[in-house]
């Protein structure tokens, strides 16, 4: 797919919740994989504790994890072949602040020595860049969920993958409904201007910090921070 209706074609969306925020040490608990209406998803036993604070967020205990989860070598694997898949057929997966998810993953797929993702080959988009791009000094936040209100797109169910995942999908296609000039790029163009635009935004928000007396570093990298 190379076209510039990218925003009406055919999007896988991809979304994880996790053990925590650092991607080299947290692990995947639960990962969905949408299709249309197809879901693909997966609960993980991630091998360690899984701590109050995340549980919190999704809801998903380390007891229970551990009693009906999947093995993370075999579901790791499966979502592997589906992103490869996905790249190899050129269909665009959306997948919302994917420097997070992607990077994870990736990192999960050498804890298990299984074959990486062909990134380079993978067409992502992000709608969190795509949103901060088209409308750059809108004030709010800008999670998922305060992305979706104002895209009047449904999220209901927040914070489980595939919920997460079907609404990153629609919000990438309201995006590309109301701003024009996203929408008349194709996908190969799209996707690499986001690299550039997330770099861009990176850097703004380094210097904001540098200007409050904070130290932080933001990672230009995108949609791959490793």
């Not at 993958?161 to 919000?171: I, Q």
Request: contains cysteine.
């Amino acid at each position: 797919m190379d076209d510039s209706t990218w925003h009406t074609g055919p999007l896988l969306g991809f979304d994880t919740e996790t053990t925590g925020i650092d991607t080299t040490t947290a692990r995947i608990v639960t990962a969905a994989i949408v299709n249309g209406d197809d879901v693909a998803s997966w609960l993980i036993n991630p091998g360690i504790d899984i701590p109050a604070a995340a549980s919190n967020v999704h809801g998903i205990s380390t007891e229970h994890a551990r009693a009906n989860g999947t093995e993370p070598a075999l579901a790791l694997s499966e979502i592997g072949r589906a992103l490869t898949k996905a790249a190899e057929e050129d269909t665009p997966v959306v997948v919302y602040r994917a420097g997070y998810d992607l990077t994870l993953l990736s990192h999960e797929l050498d804890r298990y020595s299984l074959p990486q993702v062909p990134w380079e080959r993978l067409k992502v988009l992000d709608p969190f860049v795509l949103d901060k791009k088209a409308d750059k000094f809108r004030r709010g936040k800008r999670t998922l969920s305060a992305v979706c209100t104002h895209y009047d797109v449904d999220l209901s169910g927040a914070h489980s993958a595939d919920a997460d995942a079907r609404a990153a999908v629609s919000l990438a296609r309201a995006i590309g409904q109301r701003h024009k000039a996203l929408a008349a790029m194709n996908i190969t163009e799209l996707h690499t201007a986001q690299i550039a635009w997330h770099a861009d935004d990176a850097a703004s928000l380094e210097a904001y910090f540098r200007r409050q007396g904070k130290q932080e570093t933001i990672d230009r990298r995108w949609p791959l921070q490793r």
